[in-house]
């Protein structure tokens, strides 16, 4: 079944489910995004060590990826950005983009900034200027970055955060996104709502009922994964990701592990990204089917086989493991490229079997 949404060329597919567990396709000017996926994540507009066409290039095959509206709007700046006609132009990069709003930054670096109801006054972690960011900056810098999929600025409280300042980040959140949702975007440009509310359930829904009632293209759930613990994350996500609106897709910023990504397309979720894959596979620390791979390991040494013998990245079919550790402990740029390659291609194989299991086994339509 087809769901046309609020913005005109996007629409969601719900194509077979098995429990919660979705399999779709979200439809968008600039290519389909079979769901559920896993989108590498891009911060300055790359996605690390990788050019466009590895991405593009089969068997990683990214069909979307995320930018960031604080580090692109900070470096290299809106009018380098404009002056190209936009990241996709920027970056290189043809297929959809997800950005940021910035909101996570704001929690994420809150030691140099400043939150009031009308935005954040924040220093740059580049050089120390101030700045001031809000719901309509974040939105114009968006229009400005081009991306697909444009997400809601919205306030993420730390997962130890007392319920006094959750129900301040909800009440702020809420009035945050209905000014984005006024904010005119360009064409082309979809906008999803961001869901807060910590792990307090009841709170959790009384956002949800808020934020799902603006008309939004989509729906995320932030605020998980921000110290809170591993159980109460799957608890959240088990009791309200199936509730949120079934015709619209569903994100789950910023998580996780591989069984993280499992845990969370059984509890109903479409989107995910994390920067795990890239961050670990920089540090040493390589996804296989057996098991992580600490890479560094001087098991490693004399060890001539692939990272993972299942793995059809070029990394595993052309290099092995002593290889990489050689690369990695003579801090080699080729150990990263071959690294994060393989990082990336194991995500996203095992969201897509994930996603072929729910179509072999699923209810279709």
Request: overall charge neutral; aromatic content about 6%.
């Amino acid at each position: 079944m087809i769901h046309q949404l609020p913005t005109p060329g996007f629409s969601f597919e719900l194509l077979a489910t098995l429990g919660k567990a979705r399999a779709g396709i979200l439809h968008t000017p600039r290519g389909d995004i079979p769901t559920p996926v896993f989108m590498p994540v891009g911060t300055a507009g790359t996605v690390k060590a990788m050019t466009a066409d590895e991405l593009r290039a089969p068997p990683l095959d990214a069909r979307i990826i995320l930018g960031n509206t604080y580090h692109l709007y900070l470096r290299p700046g809106l009018e380098v950005i404009e002056a190209a006609g936009g990241l996709h132009k920027f970056a290189a990069w043809d297929r959809p983009i997800l950005t940021d709003s910035g909101g996570f930054q704001v929690f994420s670096l809150a030691a140099i900034n400043e939150i009031d109801d009308e935005g954040v006054t924040f220093r740059s972690h580049i050089d120390g200027s101030k700045h001031r960011l809000t719901p309509e900056v974040s939105m114009q810098i968006q229009r400005v970055l081009g991306s697909d999929v444009v997400m809601c600025f919205d306030q993420c409280p730390p997962g130890d955060a007392g319920a006094d300042v959750h129900e301040v980040a909800l009440a702020r959140t809420t009035r945050w996104a209905a000014r984005c949702r006024a904010y005119e975007l360009g064409a082309g440009q979809a906008l999803f709502g961001i869901v807060q509310g910590g792990v307090d359930l009841e709170r959790r829904r009384r956002h949800m009922a808020e934020i799902t009632a603006m008309g939004f293209d989509g729906h995320a759930l932030g605020g998980l994964a921000v110290g809170e613990s591993i159980d109460e994350t799957y608890r959240v996500l088990d009791e309200v990701a199936h509730e949120l609106p079934s015709e619209k897709p569903r994100y789950l910023m910023g998580v996780g592990t591989p069984a993280d990504l499992e845990r969370g397309i059984a509890a109903g979720i479409d989107m995910f990204d994390c920067v795990m894959p890239t961050r670990n596979a920089r540090n040493g620390y390589l996804f296989a089917a057996g098991g992580r791979v600490n890479i560094p390991n001087a098991a490693n040494r004399l060890d001539l086989g692939p990272i993972d013998p299942e793995c059809p990245c070029s990394t595993c079919r052309t290099h092995s493991r002593s290889y990489l550790r050689h690369l990695y402990l003579a801090k080699e740029i080729l150990y990263s490229r071959l690294a994060t390659l393989h990082n990336l291609t194991f995500y996203a194989r095992h969201v897509r079997r994930i996603r072929e299991r729910i179509l072999a086994e699923g209810t279709k339509g």
